[in-house]
Protein backbone atom coordinates (compact mmCIF):
# COMPACT_ATOMS: atom_id res chain seq x y z
CA UNK A 1 0.00 0.00 0.00
CA UNK A 2 2.62 2.12 1.29
CA UNK A 3 5.02 1.45 -2.35
CA UNK A 4 1.68 2.32 -4.48
CA UNK A 5 1.47 5.24 -2.13
CA UNK A 6 5.04 6.37 -3.51
CA UNK A 7 4.03 5.88 -7.02
CA UNK A 8 1.17 8.26 -6.99
CA UNK A 9 3.22 10.85 -5.73
CA UNK A 10 5.50 10.48 -7.92
CA UNK A 11 3.30 10.26 -10.87
CA UNK A 12 0.95 12.92 -10.21
CA UNK A 13 3.27 15.76 -9.71
CA UNK A 14 4.70 17.38 -6.53
CA UNK A 15 3.48 20.05 -4.86
CA UNK A 16 5.57 23.40 -4.56
CA UNK A 17 7.79 24.39 -2.01
CA UNK A 18 5.36 27.17 -1.08
CA UNK A 19 2.31 24.33 -0.59
CA UNK A 20 5.10 22.56 1.18
CA UNK A 21 6.01 25.26 4.07
CA UNK A 22 2.54 26.80 4.32
CA UNK A 23 0.53 26.20 7.09
CA UNK A 24 -1.70 23.00 6.21
CA UNK A 25 -5.36 22.86 6.63
CA UNK A 26 -6.82 19.34 8.10
CA UNK A 27 -8.97 17.51 5.53
CA UNK A 28 -12.66 17.85 6.23
CA UNK A 29 -13.45 14.34 5.25
CA UNK A 30 -10.54 12.92 6.90
CA UNK A 31 -11.28 11.03 10.48
CA UNK A 32 -8.96 12.49 13.49
CA UNK A 33 -7.52 9.30 14.90
CA UNK A 34 -5.71 9.47 17.93
CA UNK A 35 -1.96 10.60 18.30
CA UNK A 36 -2.41 13.27 15.59
CA UNK A 37 -4.53 14.15 12.88
CA UNK A 38 -4.12 12.32 9.50
CA UNK A 39 -3.23 15.88 8.09
CA UNK A 40 -1.73 17.82 11.16
CA UNK A 41 -1.93 17.55 14.93
CA UNK A 42 -4.24 20.06 15.91
CA UNK A 43 -3.95 22.42 19.67
CA UNK A 44 -4.48 19.80 22.52
CA UNK A 45 -5.62 20.98 25.99
CA UNK A 46 -2.96 21.86 28.49
CA UNK A 47 -4.49 20.18 31.01
CA UNK A 48 -3.16 16.67 29.97
CA UNK A 49 -1.28 14.52 32.54
CA UNK A 50 0.43 11.51 32.99
CA UNK A 51 1.80 9.87 35.99
CA UNK A 52 5.70 8.70 34.36
CA UNK A 53 6.73 9.94 31.04
CA UNK A 54 9.56 8.37 29.31
CA UNK A 55 10.85 9.66 26.00
CA UNK A 56 12.89 8.07 23.69
CA UNK A 57 12.99 11.34 20.72
CA UNK A 58 15.02 9.18 17.99
CA UNK A 59 16.71 9.98 14.73
CA UNK A 60 19.63 11.62 13.13
CA UNK A 61 21.57 14.65 13.51
CA UNK A 62 18.35 16.56 13.78
CA UNK A 63 17.00 14.69 16.87
CA UNK A 64 21.49 14.90 18.03
CA UNK A 65 20.62 18.62 18.05
CA UNK A 66 22.76 20.06 14.70
CA UNK A 67 22.47 23.55 14.08
CA UNK A 68 20.97 24.68 17.11
CA UNK A 69 23.01 27.26 19.86
CA UNK A 70 22.81 24.46 22.76
CA UNK A 71 23.20 21.43 20.80
CA UNK A 72 20.00 20.12 22.50
CA UNK A 73 17.86 20.30 19.03
CA UNK A 74 14.08 20.40 20.16
CA UNK A 75 15.00 18.67 22.92
CA UNK A 76 15.59 21.62 25.32
CA UNK A 77 12.51 23.01 24.24
CA UNK A 78 10.36 19.70 24.65
CA UNK A 79 11.67 19.11 27.88
CA UNK A 80 10.12 22.61 29.00
CA UNK A 81 6.73 21.95 27.13
CA UNK A 82 6.57 18.32 28.66
CA UNK A 83 7.64 18.87 32.62
CA UNK A 84 4.86 20.08 33.75
CA UNK A 85 2.29 17.18 32.54
CA UNK A 86 3.68 14.39 34.16
CA UNK A 87 5.01 13.82 37.79
CA UNK A 88 8.20 12.09 36.46
CA UNK A 89 9.63 12.87 32.57
CA UNK A 90 12.66 11.27 31.41
CA UNK A 91 14.28 11.40 27.87
CA UNK A 92 16.02 8.03 27.06
CA UNK A 93 18.74 6.80 24.94
CA UNK A 94 22.49 6.13 24.37
CA UNK A 95 23.84 9.20 23.14
CA UNK A 96 24.21 12.55 25.52
CA UNK A 97 24.38 15.98 24.57
CA UNK A 98 23.21 19.65 25.02
CA UNK A 99 22.38 22.01 27.41
CA UNK A 100 18.90 20.62 29.08
CA UNK A 101 17.66 18.88 32.38
CA UNK A 102 17.67 15.72 30.75
CA UNK A 103 20.55 14.66 28.11
CA UNK A 104 19.30 11.13 26.88
CA UNK A 105 18.54 11.02 23.64
CA UNK A 106 18.68 8.34 20.68
CA UNK A 107 20.11 10.68 17.84
CA UNK A 108 22.57 9.62 15.77
CA UNK A 109 25.02 11.84 12.98
CA UNK A 110 24.68 10.91 9.66
CA UNK A 111 22.36 7.85 10.20
CA UNK A 112 19.88 6.60 7.85
CA UNK A 113 16.78 4.70 8.36
CA UNK A 114 18.63 1.31 8.28
CA UNK A 115 21.01 2.47 11.45
CA UNK A 116 18.29 2.89 13.55
CA UNK A 117 16.56 -0.76 12.61
CA UNK A 118 19.71 -2.75 12.97
CA UNK A 119 20.23 -1.32 16.82
CA UNK A 120 16.74 -0.35 17.84
CA UNK A 121 16.10 -4.02 19.48
CA UNK A 122 18.40 -3.69 22.06
CA UNK A 123 17.85 0.21 22.47
CA UNK A 124 14.07 0.06 23.19
CA UNK A 125 14.92 -2.97 26.22
CA UNK A 126 17.78 -0.85 27.92
CA UNK A 127 15.96 2.62 27.65
CA UNK A 128 12.05 1.51 28.63
CA UNK A 129 10.08 4.35 27.30
CA UNK A 130 6.58 4.46 26.86
CA UNK A 131 6.82 7.07 24.00
CA UNK A 132 9.01 7.46 20.94
CA UNK A 133 9.21 10.27 18.57
CA UNK A 134 10.68 9.72 15.43
CA UNK A 135 12.02 11.50 12.85
CA UNK A 136 14.39 9.51 10.47
CA UNK A 137 15.00 9.34 6.71
CA UNK A 138 17.12 13.06 5.69
CA UNK A 139 20.53 11.43 5.13
CA UNK A 140 18.38 8.54 2.74
CA UNK A 141 16.94 11.36 1.03
CA UNK A 142 20.06 14.10 0.94
CA UNK A 143 22.52 11.14 -0.46
CA UNK A 144 19.70 9.89 -2.79
CA UNK A 145 19.92 6.44 -0.80
CA UNK A 146 17.32 3.99 -2.53
CA UNK A 147 14.65 6.64 -2.14
CA UNK A 148 11.88 4.39 -3.89
CA UNK A 149 11.88 1.82 -0.58
CA UNK A 150 12.58 4.79 1.94
CA UNK A 151 8.98 4.62 3.56
CA UNK A 152 8.96 1.00 3.49
CA UNK A 153 12.08 0.93 5.37
CA UNK A 154 10.43 3.38 7.62
CA UNK A 155 7.46 1.55 7.78
CA UNK A 156 9.69 -1.79 8.63
CA UNK A 157 11.23 0.42 11.74
CA UNK A 158 8.13 1.11 12.52
CA UNK A 159 7.11 -2.11 12.78
CA UNK A 160 10.23 -3.27 14.52
CA UNK A 161 9.47 -0.66 17.67
CA UNK A 162 5.60 -1.81 17.94
CA UNK A 163 6.33 -5.35 17.33
CA UNK A 164 8.91 -5.19 20.23
CA UNK A 165 6.80 -3.16 22.55
CA UNK A 166 2.90 -3.36 21.61
CA UNK A 167 1.84 -0.77 23.88
CA UNK A 168 4.47 1.52 23.10
CA UNK A 169 3.22 5.25 21.93
CA UNK A 170 5.08 5.91 18.44
CA UNK A 171 5.11 9.59 17.03
CA UNK A 172 6.32 9.98 13.68
CA UNK A 173 6.90 13.11 12.01
CA UNK A 174 6.86 14.21 8.86
CA UNK A 175 10.93 15.58 7.68
CA UNK A 176 11.70 19.17 8.12
CA UNK A 177 12.28 20.74 4.53
CA UNK A 178 15.99 21.30 3.05
CA UNK A 179 17.36 24.31 1.04
CA UNK A 180 18.68 21.75 -1.66
CA UNK A 181 16.15 21.49 -4.44
CA UNK A 182 16.75 18.10 -5.24
CA UNK A 183 16.58 16.75 -1.84
CA UNK A 184 14.01 19.01 -0.72
CA UNK A 185 12.01 17.57 -3.94
CA UNK A 186 12.48 13.85 -2.23
CA UNK A 187 11.61 15.02 1.24
CA UNK A 188 8.39 16.33 -0.38
CA UNK A 189 7.50 13.02 -2.16
CA UNK A 190 8.39 10.98 1.25
CA UNK A 191 6.33 13.88 3.12
CA UNK A 192 3.32 12.79 1.19
CA UNK A 193 3.62 8.80 2.08
CA UNK A 194 4.31 9.21 5.43
CA UNK A 195 0.94 10.04 6.81
CA UNK A 196 -0.82 6.56 4.83
CA UNK A 197 1.91 4.62 6.21
CA UNK A 198 1.11 5.91 10.14
CA UNK A 199 -2.98 5.45 9.56
CA UNK A 200 -2.34 1.78 8.56
CA UNK A 201 -0.72 0.74 10.96
CA UNK A 202 -2.96 2.89 13.19
CA UNK A 203 -5.82 0.91 11.41
CA UNK A 204 -3.96 -2.56 12.64
CA UNK A 205 -4.43 -0.86 16.45
CA UNK A 206 -1.15 0.32 17.01
CA UNK A 207 -0.46 3.36 19.07
CA UNK A 208 1.37 5.11 15.65
CA UNK A 209 0.53 8.19 15.75
CA UNK A 210 1.50 11.26 12.89
CA UNK A 211 3.50 15.03 13.75
CA UNK A 212 3.28 17.45 10.68
CA UNK A 213 6.48 19.77 10.53
CA UNK A 214 4.92 21.86 8.07
CA UNK A 215 5.64 24.56 9.92
CA UNK A 216 9.43 24.10 10.18
CA UNK A 217 9.84 26.66 6.86
CA UNK A 218 13.31 26.97 4.70
CA UNK A 219 13.82 30.62 6.90
CA UNK A 220 14.27 28.71 9.84
CA UNK A 221 17.20 26.42 8.94
CA UNK A 222 20.95 27.19 9.92
CA UNK A 223 22.22 24.94 6.74
CA UNK A 224 20.97 23.03 3.89
CA UNK A 225 19.60 20.28 6.17
CA UNK A 226 19.42 21.17 9.79
CA UNK A 227 17.09 23.53 11.83
CA UNK A 228 18.26 26.75 13.71
CA UNK A 229 17.10 27.43 17.32
CA UNK A 230 13.25 28.79 15.72
CA UNK A 231 13.19 25.52 13.12
CA UNK A 232 13.69 23.89 16.28
CA UNK A 233 11.15 25.56 18.67
CA UNK A 234 8.61 24.63 15.80
CA UNK A 235 9.55 21.07 16.24
CA UNK A 236 9.35 21.11 20.09
CA UNK A 237 5.67 22.36 19.32
CA UNK A 238 4.50 19.86 16.67
CA UNK A 239 5.74 17.31 19.09
CA UNK A 240 4.34 18.27 22.22
CA UNK A 241 1.26 18.51 20.81
CA UNK A 242 1.69 15.16 19.57
CA UNK A 243 2.41 13.73 22.53
CA UNK A 244 -0.87 15.57 24.30
CA UNK A 245 -3.32 14.09 21.84
CA UNK A 246 -2.12 10.61 22.96
CA UNK A 247 -2.43 11.20 26.20
CA UNK A 248 -5.60 13.13 25.94
CA UNK A 249 -6.59 9.39 24.05
CA UNK A 250 -5.11 7.29 26.79
CA UNK A 251 -2.08 6.15 24.72
CA UNK A 252 0.60 6.73 26.68
CA UNK A 253 0.63 3.20 29.40
CA UNK A 254 3.06 4.18 32.81
CA UNK A 255 4.64 0.89 32.29
CA UNK A 256 5.43 -0.93 28.78
CA UNK A 257 6.73 -3.86 28.53
CA UNK A 258 9.89 -4.31 26.22
CA UNK A 259 10.52 -8.16 24.55
CA UNK A 260 14.15 -8.32 24.96
CA UNK A 261 16.76 -8.89 22.03
CA UNK A 262 17.65 -11.81 20.05
CA UNK A 263 21.33 -13.22 21.26
CA UNK A 264 23.17 -12.41 18.07
CA UNK A 265 25.33 -15.05 16.60
CA UNK A 266 29.34 -13.76 17.12
CA UNK A 267 30.69 -12.61 13.79
CA UNK A 268 32.72 -15.01 11.46
CA UNK A 269 36.74 -15.36 11.98
CA UNK A 270 38.48 -12.51 10.98
CA UNK A 271 40.49 -14.38 8.44
CA UNK A 272 41.98 -13.13 5.44
CA UNK A 273 42.69 -14.88 1.43
CA UNK A 274 42.52 -18.07 3.20
CA UNK A 275 44.77 -19.14 0.49
CA UNK A 276 47.59 -21.41 1.45
CA UNK A 277 49.07 -22.34 -1.90
CA UNK A 278 48.97 -18.82 -3.41
CA UNK A 279 47.34 -19.53 -6.61
CA UNK A 280 45.09 -16.94 -6.05
CA UNK A 281 42.34 -19.03 -5.07
CA UNK A 282 40.81 -19.63 -1.23
CA UNK A 283 41.33 -23.19 0.06
CA UNK A 284 38.89 -25.34 2.64
CA UNK A 285 40.16 -25.71 5.88
CA UNK A 286 38.91 -27.55 8.75
CA UNK A 287 40.06 -26.16 12.32
CA UNK A 288 39.86 -29.26 14.94
CA UNK A 289 39.31 -28.13 18.41
CA UNK A 290 42.95 -28.72 19.39
CA UNK A 291 43.96 -26.15 16.68
CA UNK A 292 45.21 -28.94 14.00
CA UNK A 293 43.99 -27.82 10.66
CA UNK A 294 43.22 -30.46 7.36
CA UNK A 295 42.85 -29.06 3.67
CA UNK A 296 41.53 -29.18 0.77
CA UNK A 297 43.50 -27.47 -2.21
CA UNK A 298 40.69 -25.68 -4.25
CA UNK A 299 41.49 -26.55 -7.98
CA UNK A 300 37.71 -24.83 -8.88
CA UNK A 301 35.80 -26.93 -6.52
CA UNK A 302 33.04 -29.46 -6.88
CA UNK A 303 32.35 -29.71 -10.89
CA UNK A 304 34.34 -27.73 -11.78
CA UNK A 305 38.02 -29.08 -11.25
CA UNK A 306 37.06 -30.43 -8.17
CA UNK A 307 39.76 -30.40 -4.75
CA UNK A 308 42.90 -31.84 -4.06
CA UNK A 309 43.24 -33.40 -0.59
CA UNK A 310 46.10 -32.05 1.23
CA UNK A 311 46.18 -33.86 4.45
CA UNK A 312 47.10 -32.24 7.28
CA UNK A 313 48.19 -28.39 7.00
CA UNK A 314 48.74 -27.79 10.96
CA UNK A 315 49.84 -30.19 13.42
CA UNK A 316 48.77 -27.45 15.98
CA UNK A 317 50.76 -25.50 18.62
CA UNK A 318 49.08 -25.90 21.77
CA UNK A 319 46.11 -23.40 21.62
CA UNK A 320 42.38 -24.42 20.72
CA UNK A 321 40.79 -24.00 17.53
CA UNK A 322 38.53 -20.68 18.24
CA UNK A 323 41.71 -18.89 18.37
CA UNK A 324 43.38 -19.34 15.24
CA UNK A 325 43.12 -16.83 12.47
CA UNK A 326 44.26 -17.42 9.03
CA UNK A 327 46.16 -14.46 7.02
CA UNK A 328 49.00 -13.31 4.58
CA UNK A 329 50.92 -11.20 6.74
CA UNK A 330 54.17 -11.14 4.76
CA UNK A 331 52.48 -10.52 1.14
CA UNK A 332 53.59 -13.63 -0.15
CA UNK A 333 50.21 -14.69 -1.28
CA UNK A 334 49.84 -17.65 1.06
CA UNK A 335 47.86 -17.34 3.78
CA UNK A 336 49.88 -17.99 7.32
CA UNK A 337 48.77 -19.19 10.82
CA UNK A 338 47.63 -17.01 13.54
CA UNK A 339 46.84 -17.52 17.05
CA UNK A 340 44.77 -14.65 18.50
CA UNK A 341 44.59 -14.17 22.09
CA UNK A 342 41.48 -12.68 23.47
CA UNK A 343 43.46 -9.34 25.09
CA UNK A 344 43.82 -9.05 21.30
CA UNK A 345 47.82 -10.37 20.72
CA UNK A 346 48.82 -12.31 17.91
CA UNK A 347 51.44 -14.89 17.56
CA UNK A 348 52.06 -15.93 14.04
CA UNK A 349 53.82 -18.66 12.20
CA UNK A 350 54.80 -18.42 8.51
CA UNK A 351 53.14 -20.38 5.79
CA UNK A 352 56.34 -22.01 4.05
CA UNK A 353 54.16 -24.83 2.83
CA UNK A 354 52.39 -26.10 5.66
CA UNK A 355 53.15 -29.21 7.74
CA UNK A 356 54.61 -32.29 5.28
CA UNK A 357 55.50 -29.48 2.88
CA UNK A 358 58.19 -27.13 3.75
CA UNK A 359 57.22 -26.84 7.21
CA UNK A 360 56.50 -23.08 9.05
CA UNK A 361 58.50 -20.53 10.52
CA UNK A 362 57.58 -19.48 14.07
CA UNK A 363 57.88 -15.41 13.72
CA UNK A 364 56.60 -15.68 17.52
CA UNK A 365 54.65 -12.49 18.48
CA UNK A 366 53.14 -10.66 15.54
CA UNK A 367 51.07 -7.91 17.24
CA UNK A 368 50.81 -6.68 20.79
CA UNK A 369 47.34 -5.89 20.92
CA UNK A 370 45.98 -2.29 21.66
CA UNK A 371 44.02 -2.60 24.94
CA UNK A 372 41.30 -4.66 23.10
CA UNK A 373 39.71 -7.88 23.36
CA UNK A 374 40.50 -10.49 20.50
CA UNK A 375 36.29 -10.81 19.43
CA UNK A 376 36.82 -7.16 17.85
CA UNK A 377 39.90 -7.93 15.88
CA UNK A 378 40.05 -8.74 12.05
CA UNK A 379 42.79 -9.06 9.20
CA UNK A 380 42.17 -7.24 6.00
CA UNK A 381 44.63 -5.54 3.80
CA UNK A 382 43.46 -2.02 3.65
CA UNK A 383 45.92 -0.48 2.08
CA UNK A 384 46.83 -2.46 -1.08
CA UNK A 385 50.04 -3.75 -0.36
CA UNK A 386 49.24 -7.78 -0.22
CA UNK A 387 50.05 -7.93 3.59
CA UNK A 388 47.38 -8.03 6.30
CA UNK A 389 46.67 -5.19 8.85
CA UNK A 390 45.32 -4.95 12.01
CA UNK A 391 41.78 -4.06 12.41
CA UNK A 392 39.59 -3.33 15.83
CA UNK A 393 35.57 -3.13 14.91
CA UNK A 394 33.64 -1.04 17.49
CA UNK A 395 30.27 -0.44 18.59
CA UNK A 396 27.90 0.19 14.85
CA UNK A 397 30.66 -0.74 12.93
CA UNK A 398 33.20 1.95 13.24
CA UNK A 399 36.56 0.43 12.79
CA UNK A 400 40.25 1.78 13.97
CA UNK A 401 43.45 0.43 11.57
CA UNK A 402 46.75 -0.74 12.40
CA UNK A 403 49.22 -0.62 9.17
CA UNK A 404 51.21 -3.97 9.24
CA UNK A 405 54.94 -2.43 8.15
CA UNK A 406 56.28 -5.85 9.03
CA UNK A 407 54.80 -6.12 12.53
CA UNK A 408 55.65 -6.12 16.04
CA UNK A 409 59.85 -6.61 16.18
CA UNK A 410 59.98 -6.64 12.54
CA UNK A 411 58.65 -3.17 10.83
CA UNK A 412 56.45 -2.94 13.50
CA UNK A 413 52.36 -0.66 12.78
CA UNK A 414 51.13 2.57 11.35
CA UNK A 415 48.42 3.43 13.21
CA UNK A 416 45.40 5.16 10.91
CA UNK A 417 43.05 5.62 13.80
CA UNK A 418 39.49 5.53 12.82
CA UNK A 419 39.25 4.56 9.18
CA UNK A 420 35.60 4.24 9.27
CA UNK A 421 32.48 6.65 11.92
CA UNK A 422 30.12 3.72 12.01
CA UNK A 423 27.04 3.64 9.86
CA UNK A 424 24.77 2.33 12.71
CA UNK A 425 25.68 -1.98 11.86
CA UNK A 426 26.80 -4.07 14.44
CA UNK A 427 29.91 -5.10 14.83
CA UNK A 428 29.19 -8.91 14.13
CA UNK A 429 27.65 -7.78 10.78
CA UNK A 430 30.97 -6.25 9.46
CA UNK A 431 33.16 -8.48 6.59
CA UNK A 432 36.38 -7.15 4.92
CA UNK A 433 36.86 -8.41 1.51
CA UNK A 434 37.92 -6.76 -1.56
CA UNK A 435 34.85 -7.13 -4.16
CA UNK A 436 36.04 -4.67 -7.01
CA UNK A 437 39.49 -6.42 -7.73
CA UNK A 438 41.80 -3.63 -6.66
CA UNK A 439 44.16 -5.29 -4.05
CA UNK A 440 42.26 -3.40 -0.97
CA UNK A 441 39.78 -4.57 1.39
CA UNK A 442 35.98 -3.40 0.89
CA UNK A 443 33.72 -3.09 4.06
CA UNK A 444 30.38 -5.03 3.76
CA UNK A 445 27.56 -5.09 6.22
CA UNK A 446 25.78 -8.81 5.96
CA UNK A 447 22.14 -8.03 7.31
CA UNK A 448 20.25 -10.38 8.69
CA UNK A 449 18.48 -11.54 5.31
CA UNK A 450 21.69 -12.47 4.02
CA UNK A 451 21.73 -9.24 1.65
CA UNK A 452 24.80 -6.52 2.06
CA UNK A 453 25.46 -3.45 2.26
CA UNK A 454 28.96 -2.28 0.17
CA UNK A 455 31.50 0.66 0.41
CA UNK A 456 34.28 0.81 -1.65
CA UNK A 457 37.73 1.50 0.01
CA UNK A 458 38.63 4.28 -2.24
CA UNK A 459 42.07 4.98 -0.16
CA UNK A 460 45.44 6.25 -1.51
CA UNK A 461 48.48 6.62 0.58
CA UNK A 462 47.16 4.38 3.27
CA UNK A 463 44.21 6.72 4.16
CA UNK A 464 40.92 4.81 3.18
CA UNK A 465 37.73 6.88 1.46
CA UNK A 466 34.48 5.28 1.47
CA UNK A 467 32.05 4.85 -1.40
CA UNK A 468 28.68 3.19 -1.12
CA UNK A 469 27.11 0.99 -3.68
CA UNK A 470 24.00 1.97 -4.97
CA UNK A 471 22.40 -1.24 -4.36
CA UNK A 472 22.73 -3.86 -2.04
CA UNK A 473 24.48 -6.66 -3.00
CA UNK A 474 21.05 -9.38 -2.95
CA UNK A 475 20.67 -11.94 -0.87
CA UNK A 476 20.76 -15.59 -1.88
CA UNK A 477 17.98 -16.43 0.56
CA UNK A 478 20.17 -17.63 3.38
CA UNK A 479 20.44 -15.72 6.56
CA UNK A 480 23.33 -13.39 7.10
CA UNK A 481 25.10 -15.60 9.55
CA UNK A 482 25.68 -18.23 6.57
CA UNK A 483 27.38 -15.53 4.23
CA UNK A 484 31.11 -15.42 3.81
CA UNK A 485 33.14 -13.80 1.42
CA UNK A 486 36.48 -15.01 -0.83
CA UNK A 487 38.03 -15.21 -4.10
CA UNK A 488 37.33 -18.82 -5.39
CA UNK A 489 38.41 -18.39 -9.03
CA UNK A 490 41.10 -16.26 -8.73
CA UNK A 491 40.35 -12.79 -10.48
CA UNK A 492 40.86 -10.71 -7.68
CA UNK A 493 37.35 -10.70 -6.17
CA UNK A 494 35.69 -11.82 -3.60
CA UNK A 495 32.76 -14.09 -4.51
CA UNK A 496 29.08 -14.34 -2.49
CA UNK A 497 29.24 -18.11 -0.44
CA UNK A 498 27.21 -19.55 1.90
CA UNK A 499 28.26 -21.61 4.25
CA UNK A 500 25.78 -24.64 5.96
CA UNK A 501 25.75 -25.81 9.21
CA UNK A 502 26.86 -29.24 7.26
CA UNK A 503 29.85 -28.02 5.85
CA UNK A 504 28.34 -27.50 2.39
CA UNK A 505 29.32 -23.92 0.67
CA UNK A 506 26.92 -22.50 -2.23
CA UNK A 507 28.55 -20.19 -4.38
CA UNK A 508 28.08 -16.99 -6.33
CA UNK A 509 30.65 -15.52 -8.69
CA UNK A 510 31.24 -12.08 -8.16
CA UNK A 511 30.73 -9.92 -11.70
CA UNK A 512 31.03 -6.74 -10.21
CA UNK A 513 32.84 -3.87 -12.58
CA UNK A 514 32.62 -0.84 -14.50
CA UNK A 515 29.97 0.45 -12.02
CA UNK A 516 27.99 -2.42 -12.87
CA UNK A 517 26.64 -5.33 -10.24
CA UNK A 518 26.37 -8.85 -10.82
CA UNK A 519 26.24 -12.38 -9.13
CA UNK A 520 26.49 -15.52 -11.04
CA UNK A 521 24.76 -18.45 -9.26
CA UNK A 522 27.65 -20.89 -9.27
CA UNK A 523 25.99 -24.12 -7.14
CA UNK A 524 27.68 -26.14 -4.98
CA UNK A 525 31.02 -24.88 -4.64
CA UNK A 526 32.10 -28.03 -1.95
CA UNK A 527 30.15 -30.98 -0.64
CA UNK A 528 31.93 -30.87 2.99
CA UNK A 529 33.59 -33.49 4.51
CA UNK A 530 31.56 -34.18 7.35
CA UNK A 531 32.58 -31.50 9.47
CA UNK A 532 30.64 -28.87 10.62
CA UNK A 533 30.58 -25.58 9.32
CA UNK A 534 31.68 -23.53 12.41
CA UNK A 535 34.85 -25.81 11.74
CA UNK A 536 35.46 -24.64 7.88
CA UNK A 537 37.53 -21.90 7.08
CA UNK A 538 37.81 -20.52 3.47
Do not use: C
Not at 223 to 236: E, F, R
Not at 292 to 321: L, Q, Y
Not at 421 to 428: C, K, L, P, Q
Amino acid sequence: MVALALSAALGGGLMTADAVVAEPQPSPTAPTPPGGSAVVATAAAKDWKVPRLTVMPLGDSITHGAGSSTESGYRGELWNRLASHTDRLDFVGSKRNGKLPDLDHEGHWGWKIGGLSSNIDRWLPAAQPNVVLLHIGTNDLNDDYHVDTAPRRLGDLIDKITSAAPDMTVLVSSLVPSTTPDTQRRIEQFNAVVPQLVAERRAEGRHVGYVDMGAVTTSDLADDLHPKDSGYVKMAEAFSEGVARAAQDGWIQQRVDVKAAAPRRPAPPGDHRVDIDGDGKADYLVVQDDGSVKAWINNGGTDHGSWSGRGTFATGVGEPGRKVRFADINGDGKADYLVLNDDGTVKAWINNGGTGHGGWSERGTFATGVGEPGRKVRFADINGDGKADYLVVNEYGAVQAWINNGGTGQGSWAGLGTIVGGVGEHDDSIRFADINGDGKADYLAVQDDGSVRAWINRGTDGRARWSELDSYIPSAGEPGRKVRFADIDADGKADYLVLQDNGVIQARINGIGDGQQSWTERGTFATGIGEPGSKVRI
